[in-house]
């Protein structure tokens, strides 16, 4: 099976512009989890999404979003981008939406805001 | 925060020796995984046991889990320098009602000599 895929993977942005990176889960996996890993906050949870509906929210503004589609694509959208949102982005999927699934993530989309 | 941390925050040992690293959590868990992250990429999941789960193998991997002490220990044996990576806990949150939020830990950077 080919492993969950994350696209751009690498991406320039200035502060006030907005960004939408997008995953690609493992098919047949149903749930779809970001994370932001900086060097100082390490990995943060954003959101996870599991058959289209929002399940989980961590702790950011408003201005970081995700949305999910019926064939279990996710994107992730952050809006008026800030200097400390550069970081990379991690999506992970997992076949169900539960404590014991293993989630296996992609390869990262890292974001510069300049 | 149920962050969880690392130790040691990195270590260096030569290739053949074992790598022991530790994690402590805050809160009550469901489970525990370790995951490896080469260089700025995507995670791989290495191991997960189970909160009445006390020793778990994989291969070249021993994995213990306290659940009393909320610690958790990730042994590496016979090193090799393809081993070189940071290594990261995860835990869920036995007392949140739903969904896949893991929380990582602060990772540790394990570098082995050839």
């Known amino acids: 099976k080919a492993g969950v895929t994350q696209t751009p993977r690498y991406l320039i942005k200035t502060r006030g512009q907005q960004v939408t990176l997008s995953c690609s889960p493992i098919?047949?996996?149903?749930?779809v989890s970001w994370y932001q890993q900086t060097p100082g906050q390490g990995l943060q949870f954003l959101f996870e999404?599991?058959?289209?509906?929002?399940?989980n929210k961590g702790n950011f503004p408003g201005r970081f979003s995700g949305r999910q589609f019926s064939n279990s694509r996710s994107e992730m959208n952050v809006s008026t981008l800030e200097l400390g949102d550069s970081a990379l982005y991690l999506c992970?999927?997992?076949?169900?939406?539960?404590?014991?699934?293993?989630?296996?993530f992609g390869p990262g989309t890292r974001l510069l805001v300049l | 925060s149920q962050q969880g941390e690392e130790d040691p925050q990195a270590l260096s040992i030569q290739e053949g020796e074992n790598a022991t690293m530790n994690c402590s959590y805050k809160?009550?868990?469901?489970?525990l995984q370790w995951y490896r992250q080469n260089s700025g990429r995507g995670l791989v999941h290495l191991i997960l046991?189970?909160?009445?789960?006390r020793e778990k193998h994989s291969g070249r991997l021993r994995v213990t889990l306290d659940t009393s002490k909320k610690s958790s220990s990730l042994l590496i044996t016979a090193s090799r320098a393809a081993d070189t990576a940071s290594y990261f806990c995860a835990t869920d949150n036995a007392l949140s009602n739903t969904g896949n939020q893991f929380y990582f830990g602060t990772g540790t950077s394990l570098t082995v000599i050839p």
């Open positions: 992970a999927s997992s076949l169900n939406s539960g404590r014991l699934e293993t989630q296996y």
């Open positions: 046991i189970r909160s009445n789960e």
């Open positions: 999404y599991f058959s289209e509906t929002q399940r």
């Open positions: 809160t009550s868990i469901n489970n």
């Open positions: 098919s047949g996996h149903r749930s």
